[in-house]
């Protein structure tokens, strides 16, 4: 029985599907083709140079065994372009000519495409710039799920939904490894703020961890056979994550069958035999706890050989998978090529996100009209404010800044695009939040100031439009510390409005990692978007959807909540910790600067809100939210109908008509989301389990098949201790956006 918008599949054709198991089904991993030839290795190795492997030689490599032929393992940071070189043994850069990069649009930005497809490319890219650089693995995807939206490092990861995180750390693991650099998912586990993040204890549920946390690092490694993982800085249940039995070698290696290599985060190693025998392979950079004290351990039977040729093992099967590149061939050619700067600007057209965009009517009576696109036949001169309009975002954010020779700001990929037709003044608005900067200003939250405020009131009046650029910069948010506020920094709000007062023909471009308070902006604009860090073409990427040339198509991969207050972790009361002596500086800056880190503060995070991070919070407690999980808008306008669920073989094909009504040619992201209203366990109200990016020309019609898979379906099942498939009725919902879901199929499993 099916109509338009509601269909029941009769209970004899689905019930073989219950019977089917939640295994995920196992992508075929390389690592074990070199099984024998490892052996033989290791029959020929010291116990010396076993130990060497299993620690840092520099700053960013560890050693292979030159007697055997086995070369050294080079890592690269960060997660969206490969890092320039650094002294061997500090944290100083070499500052050569020869180790450029792009700068791919931050994992964010990539997450607001929703595309599997450009994350994967995203991957291969990334792996084509490692491998002229000379690394063999890439330290990245950065994945934890962004529970607090004033996270540090909210711009690295991905997306607060572990389907979304999964989906494209898979596809970007595939993109990387296929082309030959191995990736290192990271950072493992629970590692969800930047505050104490070297010390912080966090405790959670079975459930929670299995079904939100560890779910999307699950999927990278048995759906995309990511060969490394770095273990997270922070404590779970008590315990290191670099010596974490139950998530290395439980979680990991026996329950996901995970054949590869676990290094540590840089300074996160905390014993030597608990962390060898847990299952950590290399202690980075340095060799304080499996160099020589592991070789004492060992002789003195602390630690069995074994387990020393178990850790060995598992780095040969990387090493022999990934070739490695001559010394001398590394960083000899050009990087930052055509190829790579084109995927970072495919992917960043399609990381923009349209929140708003509504008539404006200059004047009283007169007929409104949308500000977007750009009307070129009414707009002869446009004011650009704000200095995220001229600021790279490139660099900073300690080990995630890219040295870029490319690097487009908005102004100028406006001026580009306009080139000459259309007159651009450009005033600067505000001051940015700048670390360096000594004094008062130690916060982004600062008063506008009032000269520059007065400056662009005043070029507002004469212009027939105003592109207003706000939002964070790389200061505001960076590994190391969570922002204490989501209000725009610099006074942004008060500029807004007195911009708004001068002229209405108001856009507001929100440059930004994660979530900022747009309250006041969304109010006082007529349109409304939000541009991410988005990589070497970001401003001529923003230039082309501000003048049309590209219809907006992103999605927010998170939720923009109204006020901190509403935020799970907030509400509940588990976030930020209050740490007595706060002389408890970052991991990271006690490892930069030689400070002590007393690490024996106890800090417990309890994640009370469960398994209802980001929209399953926001659902369940009726919360409303500025801007909802999977919200954007498009130039074109799109219907859906028509649905119906066939059986498949993995779970069942979603199917539906999606019509672009509209003459213009866009990109449709579609989210399939299952409710299950009677289900004898709690559940949030919904859940994403299915999304696809649809290309329709203007006035197209398509019919959409969205496949769900079973193994998306289960939950963890805490008394069984596994994945489980409750039979039962459930709900699928379909559309553009979490608080926009027109169609809906039930399908009895
Ligand atoms: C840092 C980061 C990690 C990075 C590593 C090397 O502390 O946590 O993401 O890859 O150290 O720079």
Redesign the pocket.
């Known amino acids: 029985m099916v109509n338009n918008h509601h269909q029941i599949i009769p209970l004899a054709v689905v019930a073989l599907m219950a019977t089917m198991t939640c295994s995920a089904q196992s992508y075929p991993t390389r690592l074990l083709e070199h099984e024998q030839q490892i052996e033989e290795i290791m029959k020929d190795m010291t116990l010396d140079e076993k130990i060497a492997m299993l620690h840092g030689k520099n700053m ?1 490599s560890s050693a292979g065994i030159p007697r055997l032929g086995i070369a050294d393992m080079e ?1 690269a ?3 969206f372009g490969i ?1 320039e070189e650094m002294e061997p043994h500090s944290w100083n850069p070499l500052h050569l000519e020869t180790d450029y990069a792009t700068f791919f649009p931050t994992g964010s930005a990539l997450a607001a495409t929703w595309s599997t497809e450009w994350a994967y490319n995203y991957g291969r890219g990334m792996s084509r710039e490692a491998r002229l650089r000379g690394k063999d693995m890439i ?2 995807p ?1 994945m934890n799920i962004q529970r607090v939206p004033t996270g540090g ?1 909210t711009y ?1 990861y991905l997306s607060e939904d572990p389907l979304l995180s999964g989906a494209l750390a898979v596809a970007y693991t595939r993109g990387s490894q296929d082309d030959g650099t191995a990736v ?1 998912l ?2 493992y586990a629970l ?1 969800n703020q930047e505050d104490y ?1 070297g010390f912080v204890d966090v405790h959670i549920s079975d459930r929670a961890m299995y079904e939100i946390y560890l779910r999307p690092f699950e999927m990278a490694v048995r759906e995309a056979d990511a060969w490394a993982l ?1 273990a ?2 922070n404590k779970v249940r008590g315990r290191w994550c670099s010596e974490n039995e139950l998530l290395l070698n439980t979680i990991l290696r026996k329950q996901w069958g995970f054949p590869g290599m676990v290094i540590s ?4 190693v905390h014993s030597t035999v608990d962390a060898v025998t847990a299952g950590m392979n290399v202690e ?2 340095g060799n304080r706890f499996m160099g020589q004290a592991l070789l004492d351990s060992v002789k003195a039977g602390k630690v069995s050989e074994e387990v020393i040729n178990q850790r060995v093992r598992e780095i040969l099967r990387v090493r022999l998978t990934v070739e490695p590149i001559a010394k001398e061939i590394a960083n000899s050619k050009p990087v930052g090529n055509p190829e790579e700067m084109a995927i970072a600007l495919e992917v960043a057209r399609r990381s923009i996100v349209l929140l708003k965009n509504e008539e404006c009517s200059a004047k009283k009576g007169q007929d409104g009209e949308k500000l977007l696109p750009i009307d070129f036949k009414r707009v002869k001169r446009i004011l650009v404010v704000g200095e995220n309009a001229v600021t790279k975002m490139a660099l900073g954010g ?3 800044g890219v040295k870029t020779r490319q690097e487009i700001t908005p102004l100028e990929g406006l001026q580009k695009a306009l080139d000459g037709k259309i007159n651009i003044t450009y005033v600067q608005g505000y001051k940015s939040f700048d670390r360096s900067s000594r004094g008062k200003r130690q916060s982004p939250q600062q008063p506008a100031d009032a000269q520059l405020l007065e400056e662009a009131v005043k070029a507002a009046k004469n212009a027939d439009l105003v592109l207003f650029f706000a939002g964070d910069n790389r200061e505001v948010e960076t ?2 510390s969570d922002r204490k506020s989501i209000t725009l920094p610099s006074g942004q709000d008060e500029l807004a409005q007195a911009l708004a007062k001068a002229n209405k023909r108001l856009v507001t471009v929100i440059v930004a990692g994660g979530p900022v308070d747009v309250s006041t902006v969304s109010e006082v604009s007529a349109a409304l978007l939000v541009s991410w860090f988005n990589g070497s073409m970001g401003g001529q990427a923003i230039a082309e959807v501000l003048t049309g040339d590209v219809s907006p198509s992103g999605k927010l991969p998170m939720t923009w909540p109204k006020k901190l207050e509403d935020v799970p972790a907030y509400a509940t009361g588990s976030f930020p910790q209050q740490v007595n002596n706060d002389n408890q500086g970052d ?2 800056v006690g ?1 930069t600067r030689n400070q002590s880190n007393d690490r024996r503060q106890q800090l417990v995070a309890n994640y009370a809100e469960e398994s209802l991070v980001g929209y399953r919070w926001y659902d369940a407690k009726k919360v409303a939210v500025a801007y909802p999980f999977g919200y954007g808008l498009s130039y074109a306008q799109f219907q859906y109908s028509g649905i119906s669920v066939k059986p498949t073989v993995e779970g069942f094909d979603v199917n539906f008509t999606l019509a672009n009504t509209s003459g213009v040619d866009a990109e449709e992201v579609v989210q399939v989301y299952v409710s299950r209203p009677l289900s004898h366990i709690e559940r949030p109200e919904k859940e994403l389990k299915a999304f696809k990016r649809v290309v329709l020309k203007g006035g197209e019609s398509q019919k959409v098949t969205v496949p769900v898979r079973r193994t998306d379906l289960c939950h963890w099942d805490e008394a069984a201790q596994t994945w489980m498939l409750e039979p039962g009725t459930i709900t699928l919902k379909v559309g553009g956006s979490s608080d926009n879901l027109p169609l809906s199929a039930e399908v009895v499993i």
């Not at 985060?265 to 996160?268: A, K, L, P, R």
């Open positions: 960013f890592y940071d960060g997660p890092r330290l990245g950065a490092r690295e290192c990271k950072h590692n993040r770095m997270a800085y985060d840089w300074g996160g980075m950079p300690v080990g995630a590994e190391g991991i990271f490892l």
